[in-house]
C-alpha cells in the first residue's frame, strides 16, 4: 500500500446520495488516479490530476467529480447521477506522468443499499 | 485500437509448480510494459517494468520477458508459493510525445490460484 491510503475500506449508498471517498498520499508525488475496477474487467480510469488545483476527465467520468486543494488528497465524490456505483474504487499516484509506475492505495468497495 | 489481452483469464496450479502468463499487445507507440500483482481487496503493486530494448527482467521468484516484434510479454513465476495466490495485471503505457500526456492500457488480469 506504501504511502497511499484510501477511507473508508468499505462505503453503503443510498439512492440519491452522494458519497465522498478519500485519498491520501504523502510520496511527495504531483499526479494522482482514480480507478474503478470491476470483476473480469481491466481498471478504467476516471479522473486524474497532475497539478494542485487542475484535473481532467478520464474515460468514465460521468457521475463523478474530484477536487484537488492539497498535493497529498484527492478526493473523489460519487453523486446521486451515477446509476451503477457498486465496484471497487483505486486511488493511485506518480512523480507526474500517467506513464510513470503509479503506486496504487489499498482501494475502497462502495456497495448500494 | 489499443488493447491488452492477458491469457489464461484464470490459471490454478499446485504449490512448488511453475507457471507462465501471457500478454499480448497492439499498443501504439509503445512506451514501457508492467507486470501487477493484486491481492484480493488491495491495491496492485508493480513486479516489473520493462522497456523496448529490455528482453528480460526478474524480480524474485518472477521473471518477465517482452518480444517488441511480437507484442507479446510473459510472466513466469517460478517454485509458486500460496502467497502467489493473486490477479496478475498487464499494463502497456502508450508514449508521451508531441505535447500528449501519455495513456496506460490495463490488461483485465490472470487470477492464479496456487493449491497446496
Known amino acids: 500500500d506504501g504511502g497511499i491510503t484510501q477511507s473508508p475500506k468499505y462505503l453503503f449508498r443510498k439512492e440519491g446520495q452522494n458519497v465522498t471517498l478519500s485519498c491520501e498520499q504523502n510520496?511527495?508525488?504531483?499526479?494522482m488516479y482514480w480507478y474503478r475496477q470491476d470483476p473480469g474487467q481491466g481498471l478504467r480510469l476516471i479522473y486524474y490530476?497532475?497539478?494542485?488545483?487542475?484535473?481532467q476527465k478520464g474515460d468514465i467520468a460521468e457521475g463523478y467529480s474530484v477536487s484537488r486543494e492539497k498535493k497529498e488528497s484527492f478526493p473523489l465524490t460519487v453523486t446521486s447521477a451515477q446509476k451503477n456505483p457498486t465496484a471497487f474504487y483505486l486511488c493511485?499516484?506518480?512523480?507526474?506522468?500517467?506513464?510513470?509506475?503509479?503506486?496504487f492505495g489499498p482501494g475502497t468497495r462502495l456497495l448500494v443499499l | 485500437k489499443n488493447q491488452v489481452e492477458q491469457s489464461p483469464q484464470s490459471l490454478i496450479i499446485l504449490e512448488g509448480k511453475n507457471c507462465t502468463l501471457q500478454?499480448?499487445?497492439?499498443?501504439?507507440?509503445?512506451?514501457?510494459l508492467r507486470w501487477y500483482k493484486q491481492d484480493t481487496g488491495r491495491g496492485p503493486v508493480s513486479l516489473t517494468i520493462?522497456?523496448?530494448?529490455?528482453n528480460t527482467k526478474s524480480n524474485g521468484r518472477y521473471t518477465a520477458t517482452l518480444d517488441a516484434d511480437t507484442k507479446q510479454s510473459s510472466l513466469h513465476i517460478t517454485a509458486s508459493q500460496l502467497s502467489d495466490s493473486a490477479s496478475y495485471i498487464c499494463?502497456?503505457?502508450?508514449?508521451?510525445?508531441?505535447?500528449?500526456?501519455?495513456?496506460?492500457?490495463f490488461g483485465k488480469g490472470t487470477k492464479l490460484s496456487v493449491k497446496p
Open positions: 510520496l511527495n508525488h504531483d499526479a
Open positions: 499494463v502497456v503505457s502508450v508514449r508521451n510525445y508531441g505535447g500528449s500526456q501519455g495513456n496506460l492500457i
Open positions: 493511485a499516484s506518480s512523480s507526474w506522468s500517467r506513464t510513470e509506475t503509479q503506486y
Open positions: 490530476s497532475q497539478i494542485v488545483n487542475d484535473f
Open positions: 500478454c499480448n499487445y497492439t499498443v501504439s507507440p509503445f512506451s514501457n
Open positions: 520493462m522497456t523496448f530494448s529490455e
